[in-house]
């Protein structure tokens, strides 16, 4: 096939000489903007304005109207073509959105944006914003590495944290701005939640409830003495539907009594799909919106004629009823941010051996990035092996969490003391 050379020629031309095509449907943020003009100033134009010939001669863009709009009295490369309207319409609507379409390999984008950064100071911010975009936070080096939950230590640990349900843990964070606060209680419990988050409100809560599995989950249950709720039972992934719900329906209410809004990751599963739809039903006035965990790497299904459960859903409820689906506490500037988060290979922690339904740690810092202010509080009513408490000390946020088995809570308190802050018994 012999493809078409559509360039007449190069020519040079003042940014405000150039003409705005109405059909433009594109529209720049701030940050968009901002970023041009740092690369710009640093490189200079090394990619031209596409124009079409107007019958008066004109110049109509077709893509570079952000460039033309900036630079309106410099002079800009220009590339004339000899498209027709229909063709350049075409051409508007497709060009910039395939570019957008690419996917990314993280760890060669997270490589060469180290290595700009290391050539130019002045590439930082755009750097960040371009990490944001992708949600592929970009400043991990300069925090302490994740450490790994020590499940399979978990009765170790309890001999060396001797945690008891009932107590309070406070974690100074190395941000400086106060402590971490974890209980070992139940969720379910209005007086637990309110003792953990002592009188604040926080901007999210985030979490995974247990989604009740069933007797073949790869758990070995959530067992804590002296319990006296009746989710608290030997294996919380277990339990029968009235119970089920009743667990759900507890811990939202008290989450969203503490918190602007909740954020609940959860699966539709055989076991759990009836109470699933009857959970969404009572809380459907609180319903804010739902977005996807599309999971890179899904566990084939185990069973004959099922699909592959490849995603996730995150539920966000707020107390107002009838709420918009507008998020007060959004982080992101307009169109930012896709309603379905893609996770990375290898996003997995090592709990997950232990239990389906654990984060990643990038995972919980993307909900802590895109919806709580820098000086909230998080609260996780699950905490498992405490991966949001790791995460909001990794985002400078405060996290409040509970956590019902106390060995687990051991668990989370090594992996604090693993990345250097110094848990303190309160009472
Ligand atoms: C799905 S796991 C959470 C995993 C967590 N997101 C992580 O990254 O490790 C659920 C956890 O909730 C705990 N749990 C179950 N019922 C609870 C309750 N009523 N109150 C507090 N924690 C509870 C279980 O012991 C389990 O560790």
Redesign the pocket.
């Given at each position: 096939m012999e493809i078409r050379d559509r360039i007449i020629e190069l020519r040079r031309v003042k940014g405000s000489e150039l003409v705005p095509n109405p059909r433009n449907f594109r529209k720049h943020p701030e940050r968009q903007r901002s970023g041009l003009r740092t690369l710009v100033a640093k490189i200079g134009f090394a990619g031209a304005e596409l124009v079409r010939i107007l019958p008066d001669g004109g110049l109509m863009l077709i893509d570079g109207h952000l460039r033309a709009d900036e630079f309106k009295n410099s002079v800009l490369p220009v590339l004339v073509t000899d498209l027709d309207e229909d063709e350049a319409n075409a051409l508007l609507a497709t060009f910039d959105s395939l570019g957008g379409m690419a996917e990314i390999d993280v760890a060669l984008y997270k490589e060469l944006s180290s290595m700009v950064k290391n050539s130019f100071d002045e590439f930082e911010d755009v750097l960040e914003d371009i990490g944001d975009f992708y949600d592929v936070p970009l400043d991990e080096g300069a925090q302490p590495e994740a450490p790994e939950a020590q499940i399979d230590r978990a009765d170790e640990l309890l001999k060396v944290w001797q945690v008891e349900r009932g107590q309070l843990w406070v974690i100074p964070s190395k941000s400086g701005k106060g402590v971490h606060r974890l209980l070992c209680g139940?969720?379910?419990n209005a007086d637990d939640v309110a003792r953990v988050m002592a009188g604040e409100r926080a901007d999210i809560c985030f979490t995974?409830?247990?989604y009740n599995m069933g007797e073949n989950a790869q758990t070995d249950g959530?067992l804590g003495k002296g319990n006296k709720?009746k989710?608290?039972s030997v294996n919380?992934d277990n339990l029968d539907d009235n119970s089920y719900f009743d667990?759900l329906r507890m811990f939202t209410q008290n989450a969203i009594n503490h918190c602007e809004y909740v954020f609940v990751n959860i699966q539709m599963l055989a076991k759990n799909k009836f109470v699933f739809i009857d959970y969404l039903h009572e809380f459907k006035k609180h319903v804010v919106d739902v977005a996807i965990w599309n999971k890179a790497q899904a566990q084939p299904a185990l069973a004959e004629n099922i699909f592959t459960s490849a995603f996730e859903f995150i539920l966000c409820f707020t107390e107002d009823e009838f709420p918009s689906r507008a998020i007060r506490t959004a982080q992101f500037d307009r169109g930012m941010l896709r309603n379905v988060y893609e996770s990375g290979n290898g996003s997995r922690?090592e709990?997950a051996d232990m239990?389906a339904?654990?984060?990643p740690v990038e995972f919980v810092s993307w909900g802590i990035n895109n919806f709580s202010n820098k000086d909230s509080g998080v609260y996780d009513?699950?905490?498992?092996?405490?991966?949001t408490l790791v995460a909001c000390e990794q985002t400078g946020r405060l996290g409040r969490g509970?956590?019902?088995?106390e060995k687990?809570c051991a668990v989370i308190l090594q992996r604090l003391a693993d990345m250097g802050l110094q848990p303190e018994l309160v009472s």
């Open positions: 139940d969720s379910t995974s409830p247990p959530y709720s989710y608290t919380a667990l922690n709990f239990h339904a654990t984060f009513p699950f905490l498992g092996s405490g991966t509970i956590e019902l088995a687990y």
